[in-house]
């Protein structure tokens, strides 16, 4: 049996909007947006927005990502805490208000970020790759004109907005890379992630005409790399052609995880030989 | 198309057989249900997301037992239960690359699959969606795809399963067949598949203009003499097992915040009802607006079930 049945007779509706935020007060969950609340000091704002739900006036915001625009109202289109981006002089004159998709610890409990509750808390990433996003991908196939890889994870962009640490960052890929390294995580799912191309002009910004694709990319390799295009029907395109872009993670021949050396070789540490690859620069 | 790959059961079905003298009996064991509600009453229903967590999104969907099943279930009578309620299990997958063969498609693709289970209804189902399943899986497309934001997913794809666990009667099952039979419980099983379909899409993150749920009013006469004094009358949410016999139903797929329509299915004679004096509404149009009504009340329960989903996740963050 459900442990619960709710509903509401036809005749009498109840006021949506206001039946909402009655409810969040009741719940107890009121406290955790304490912290929260310096970015919502708007009264009029909803803490947490569902899909259709008007969170504010255009002539006060501007619409930012999981909302829409409705009648000169922005509204929400996912579910999830209402964030308010302060104003940025020139640029943007007028706060953003976006519904963020990723409920990261860090952005509720700001307090308790790194704690040791990450290992349980798995945030689920399906946004998408877009132009200029930075990704993490897997080699899949090297040719001597081109790379595919398959996209593990695209790396949330308000993430680097609004962590003021620059650790959090790599704290981030290290999970992700050590998830991605589980070999019951990646068999067969290459059909399920987005499919990416990195040309042999896009692998780095110098001396594009000597680029050996078999010196820059193995197979298994993570890379990271930035979209230039959503590409054809069924391939991204990627660059590395950027300092901080390239092989973030390898395996030498003998298997054992290599370090790098230099931008363009990294090192076994068991065997002590060299390989070349585009090496991402460390942070 | 016969499925030869598996060892199905009995076209027919397995059901027990029912004799005449049981229907004539007084033991109540074959009487059929009445409807308890008030006729803009709707059942309670319940509403999980998040349930399935190899899912991007998921959802289960329960419409309340009418008051003769939940009888029937504490002090069962027969082997028959007088009626069924719906059951829905909705997941979301994706969104996910198109496969390799589809061509370039700038928005999000949207499958949706309905399947009844095997044991959902009282004919038994098989294992091949039939042309019935299919019909309300297109149904189901093109209520959601008139919510779904499908320009902020390019080249990607969106499945939405539901498997129907138990499905609504379409008629009582002691009924004979009459001119007014159709498949009534369908309309019931949309509705439900809407609702839950849009709880496990929000639960997927998907972007959506708003929360789109589902609803059933119907033009039903409970009339058995066929008198002209028997006007058939307009009510919410109908268990075509409770009602001799229903002359017309509509689904709609409603969006509150918005007020409009993505999907209508209006099936029957809507000629003629008896309104309240003073209306002037066609009954075509009350029809439709009783629908809207019963999406309303249903949205209430997918969007404290929408709040309540963002809460668990933020309680485990």
């Not at chain 1, 660059?239 to 076994?268: H, Q, Y």
Request: glycine share 6%; proline share 7%; charged share 25%.
């Amino acid at each position: 049996m459900p442990d619960k049945l709710i509903t509401e007779p036809v005749s009498k509706l109840p006021d949506f909007f206001g039946e909402q935020n009655r409810c969040l007060c009741n719940k107890e969950l009121y406290h955790f947006f304490n912290p929260f609340s310096l970015y919502c000091n708007m009264a009029s704002l909803p803490q947490i927005a569902i899909p259709g739900q008007r969170l504010g006036p255009l002539s006060k915001y501007s619409a930012g990502p999981g909302t829409h625009v409705q009648d000169s109202f922005i509204h929400a289109s996912i579910a999830g805490p209402v964030v308010t981006d302060a104003a940025q002089p020139k640029i943007q004159p007028k706060p953003t208000l976006r519904v963020s998709r990723v409920i990261s610890a860090q952005d509720l409990q700001p307090q308790n970020a790194g704690a040791s509750d990450g290992a349980k808390f798995k945030p689920r990433y399906n946004t998408l790759p877009a132009v200029e996003s930075n990704v993490l991908a897997r080699v899949t196939r090297v040719q001597k004109r081109q790379a595919t890889v398959s996209i593990l994870v695209v790396l949330d962009e308000s993430e680097h907005l609004t962590s003021s640490q620059t650790a959090s960052d790599n704290d981030n890929v290290a999970s992700i890379l050590t998830s991605a390294a589980n070999p019951e995580n990646h068999s067969g799912t290459d059909e399920l992630r987005f499919q990416a191309l990195i040309r042999k002009e896009d692998v780095r910004a110098v001396e594009k005409d000597r680029v050996v694709m078999d010196e820059m990319f193995r197979v298994g390799d993570i890379v990271r790399g930035s979209v230039i295009s959503l590409g054809d029907q069924s391939f991204y395109y990627i660059t590395t052609a950027r300092n901080d872009l390239g092989v973030v993670m390898a395996r030498s021949e003998a298997g054992n995880m290599m370090f790098p050396i230099s931008w363009k070789e990294m090192r076994d540490p068991v065997t002590g030989t060299g390989e070349p690859r585009k090496v991402a620069r460390p942070f | 198309m016969a499925d030869r790959r598996r060892v199905n059961g009995p076209p027919g079905g397995t059901r027990p057989p029912v004799f005449a003298s049981l229907q004539e009996s007084t033991t109540g064991a074959a009487q059929r249900a009445q409807r308890q509600r008030q006729p803009a009453e709707l059942r309670k229903i319940f509403l999980k997301t998040g349930l399935i967590p190899t899912a991007s999104g998921s959802s289960y969907l329960e419409f309340e037992p009418s008051a003769s099943l939940a009888a029937a279930r504490s002090n069962p009578k027969s082997l028959i239960p007088p009626s069924s309620a719906l059951k829905v299990a909705c997941t979301v997958h994706g969104p996910k690359p198109l496969p390799r063969s589809a061509a370039f498609s700038p928005n999000l693709v949207l499958t949706t699959h309905v399947k009844y289970a095997p044991f959902a209804a009282r004919k038994r189902r098989g294992h091949i969606r039939d042309a019935s399943e299919r019909d309300l899986g297109v149904h189901l497309e093109t209520a959601l795809r008139g919510a779904i934001i499908a320009e902020r997913w390019p080249k990607s794809g969106l499945d939405i399963t539901l498997t129907i666990i138990e499905a609504e009667d379409d008629r009582w099952w002691g009924d004979a067949p009459d001119s007014h039979d159709a498949s009534w419980g369908m309309m019931n099983v949309l509705a439900g598949c809407i609702t839950a379909a849009s709880a496990a899409i929000a639960d997927a993150h998907i972007d959506c203009l708003d929360l789109v749920s589902g609803g059933v009013a119907a033009l039903v006469s409970d009339d058995s003499s066929k008198s002209a004094s028997s006007v058939p009358r307009l009510m919410l949410d109908v268990d075509p097992a409770e009602h001799r016999s229903i002359l017309s139903a509509c689904v709609v797929a409603y969006m509150p915040a918005r007020d409009e329509i993505t999907e209508i299915w209006l099936k029957g004679d809507s000629s003629k009802a008896a309104l309240e004096k003073g209306d002037v509404r066609s009954s075509h149009e009350a029809l439709i607006d009783g629908a809207v009504d019963a999406a309303r009340g249903a949205n209430t329960v997918l969007s404290e079930a929408v709040t309540e989903s963002i809460a668990r996740s933020i309680a485990q963050a």
